[in-house]
């Protein structure tokens, strides 16, 4: 019997998944059953293209599978302007090898969750599949080891609007279902790969020419139109990649500060759309008036969301330097 953690990716496949997707196929501690596809960044048939050139690029046989395109009840609303015409940083790469695998994303993801209690579950996109698969199949919520979600932002600002992350903003209905389900959700928010986590020019120097492999390269390469995004639009000092991180912690969860908490999502606020609203310092268990809408969340429990907090920007470098070597 392999001593190896099950895991199972769903990815919205732009440039900064793709990274992530290395990460884990890469390493030595996974065995990743399934990568699904789920639209946001992309359409689905792109992300799936990117995510099949990925897994090609690494030298593995992982199945792609592609899920849900659009949102449960809103439309779609795709981040060329982020990653470029083709999610990957305008490089136009060859398509890949091998076609998408047979079946839906959503019935693969209750199948490999049965199959494998206790797995290790990474979204890196909109909660789309999750929501469908849990309307599907309820059950698996309690068959999850870890759900390692990269989405929202933990009481600070956003970076689709001024109070939501992208994956969250995408589809709310789907993550408040995710949040509300019980699934043990792990809150990577977009603020943990900013500042020191970005990499600086000098960083991505080291991975060019330093490391100089092909995955490397690669990882920079199609990372160059969200670069001048994140300069330009987020007024980053260099590169972020937040699914890299989120990545990063389902490896080693100790790369960061957790702490568990009442987490609520936003879907009716004309600005508040999609905002992860944090009860930080405990103040909704109270039975008072001013918080009687989180009444609902408080009867189901103690808190279960597990929000990370300041990341350990070095090593979080040097796990990434690692799986691209």
Request: hydrophobic share 40%; charged share 20%.
């Amino acid at each position: 019997m392999s001593d190896k953690i099950p895991v199972l990716i769903d990815t919205d496949t732009a440039s900064d998944d793709a990274v992530a997707l290395i990460m884990a196929l890469r390493e030595p501690t996974f065995d990743v059953k399934a990568i699904t596809i789920v639209g946001g960044n992309m359409p689905v048939t792109q992300g799936s293209i990117n995510a099949r050139y990925t897994v090609e690029m690494c030298g593995s046989d992982v199945p792609v599978y592609e899920g849900c395109n659009d949102p449960l009840m809103r439309p779609s609303y795709r981040a060329y302007f982020f990653h470029g015409p083709d999610g990957m940083g305008g490089m136009h790469y060859p398509a890949p090898k091998r076609p998408a695998a047979d079946g839906h994303a959503v019935d693969k993801i209750i199948e490999v969750i049965k199959a494998n209690p206790g797995l290790l579950v990474v979204t890196l996109g909109p909660l789309t599949n999750i929501a469908v698969a849990l309307m599907r199949a309820p059950e698996i919520a309690g068959m999850v080891g870890r759900l390692v979600v990269m989405g929202g932002a933990a009481n600070c600002v956003g970076n689709i609007t001024p109070a939501a992350e992208y994956n969250i903003w995408c589809d709310p209905e789907a993550a408040r279902m995710v949040f509300r389900s019980g699934l043990p959700v792990e809150m990577v928010g977009w603020e943990l790969c900013r500042d020191d986590a970005n990499l600086s020019d000098d960083e991505m120097r080291y991975c060019k020419e330093g490391i100089n492999t092909p995955l490397s390269n690669f990882a920079i390469d199609c990372n160059a139109h969200a670069l001048t995004s994140s300069r330009d639009w987020l007024s980053d000092p260099g590169l972020g990649l937040p699914d890299p991180v989120a990545m990063a912690i389902a490896i080693d969860p100790t790369l960061c500060v957790q702490t568990k908490h009442y987490v609520e999502i936003e879907c009716d606020g004309t600005y508040t759309r999609g905002m992860t609203v944090v009860d930080q310092r405990g103040v909704t268990p109270y039975d008072t008036e001013n918080v009687a809408m989180w009444q609902e969340v408080v009867r189901k429990g103690a808190p279960h969301i597990t929000v990370c907090w300041n990341l350990d920007s070095t090593r979080w470098k040097n796990l990434l330097y690692e799986r691209l070597k």
